[in-house]
């Protein structure tokens, strides 16, 4: 299995990372597909120049296209827009994220069941490469960074997407772990410095590690238990206060890091014979109305999505409208614009032919428009056309 998560401590989008991110888009199994996921800076009044920034950052420094997976707000999000969300997730096998505030975007994401969402893709061999802010989010524990830096709120913990526990890791990840921006404060450990780490680390369950990753750092997690640091600083593994630093370019095993005890990608939870047999006839019946769309059989396809309807698979209904809602606005055009330029050609072929008194070659031109659904209408002004299916 290539599933791998990838864990920044920050500079995601930095000239740094390039190689970084060249390196794991390199060793997907299939041609990358990458999404951003928008919701940890969702808040920001900047959030659309922010995406934008990620976009050049990939058109011109990966030259890959960047798509966006956009949940800003879960609430008042509608079934289209959280489905649109779910199925840009679906359809990407690099999932990136980034700045912002984790605790933001834990509530935003567990609204509507993103972890199980990533996970899921993890099974499909995807990377989850989540940086800063969004890294925070992945391990069994979270800190809400902004509530404690900035609004002076007790250091507590959040329950976290718990990504990392695909991997069999029971965690904490703190970025931005060797920050030093607090020229007179310690600004260590996300922020949050030395003496609320340590309250922190009270509360964890004993032994349980913290990952802490340096500012323009990158560890990498697979499936086979690969641990992987690369880019400008270290990875370091905190217990009780103890921390053992591992250098960029060091290749690890996760055992040997005492993060678990045995590697294995969960990507879904074990469920009933029953349930899984249903959970199997509706991937199916996405799949067949998949074919259907791409095969333009429109009556299959809407049996299908009826069908969905009537015995309430709402879950499969709502992965149908993805694709249709994909579909559209992927291929949905203008079709008198696009025809526009060819039919008016027609046109004045079949108005030379008539000037030529060649009426059988005029009447044939006309008769071949019509049987593909065109009519024209000759009057004082000259020739107009029209889709028949218009009348």
């Known amino acids: 299995m290539t599933a791998r998560i990838a864990l920044m401590g920050s500079g995601e989008t930095a000239p740094s990372m390039v190689k970084v991110h060249r390196a794991l888009l390199a060793s997907l199994a299939q041609p990358p597909r990458p999404v951003l996921i928008d919701t940890t800076y969702g808040f920001q009044e900047n959030a659309d120049e922010l995406t934008e920034k990620a976009q050049a950052f990939f058109d011109e420094s990966l030259t890959t296209d960047l798509g966006v997976a ?9 079934a289209l827009d959280i489905t649109r969300f779910r199925h840009a997730l679906e359809g990407s096998n690099y999932i990136f994220a980034g700045p912002g505030s984790p605790s933001y975007a834990l509530g935003n994401l567990q609204e509507v069941g993103a972890a199980q969402l990533l996970r899921d893709q993890l099974g499909r061999d995807a990377t989850l490469c989540f940086a800063s802010a969004a890294a925070v989010t992945t391990g069994r524990w979270s800190i809400p960074v902004y509530e404690i830096y900035k609004a002076g709120q007790d250091p507590v ?3 976290g997407l718990d990504l990392l526990g695909a991997f069999g890791i029971e965690a904490a990840v703190v970025p931005h772990f060797d920050n030093h921006e607090g020229a007179t404060h310690d600004t260590r450990f996300c922020y949050i410095g030395d003496r609320r780490l340590r309250l922190l680390e009270a509360q964890l369950p004993g032994g349980t590690p913290i990952i802490g990753i340096d500012e323009h750092t990158c560890v990498t997690f697979d499936a086979n238990g690969r641990v992987e640091v690369l880019g400008k600083g270290v990875l370091s593994i905190r217990r009780g206060g103890d921390t053992k630093e591992f250098p960029s370019g060091s290749v690890l095993d996760v055992r040997d890091l005492g993060l678990t005890e045995s590697i294995a990608v969960h990507a879904e939870p074990s469920m009933p014979d029953a349930q899984a047999q249903d959970t199997r006839s509706q991937a199916m019946g996405t799949e067949a109305f998949r074919a259907a769309l791409e095969d333009f059989d429109a009556d299959a396809a809407m049996q299908l999505l009826a069908s969905a309807i009537s015995q309430q698979k709402s879950d499969q209904a709502l992965a149908m409208v993805g694709l249709l809602d994909a579909m559209l606005n992927d291929g949905f055009v203008d079709r008198r ?20 008194k060649d009426f059988a070659t005029s009447d044939r031109i006309r008769d071949v ?6 009519v024209f209408e000759d009057g004082p002004d000259g020739t107009t056309w029209r889709f028949a299916t218009s009348d």
């Open 337 to 356: 614009a696009l025809l526009g330029p060819l039919v008016e050609l027609v046109i004045d072929l079949r108005a030379a032919a008539r000037a030529g």
């Open 157 to 159: 913990w959040q329950d």
């Open 369 to 374: 428009v019509a049987a593909c659904g065109i």
């Open 70 to 78: 956009s949940l800003r707000r879960a609430k008042g999000a509608d």
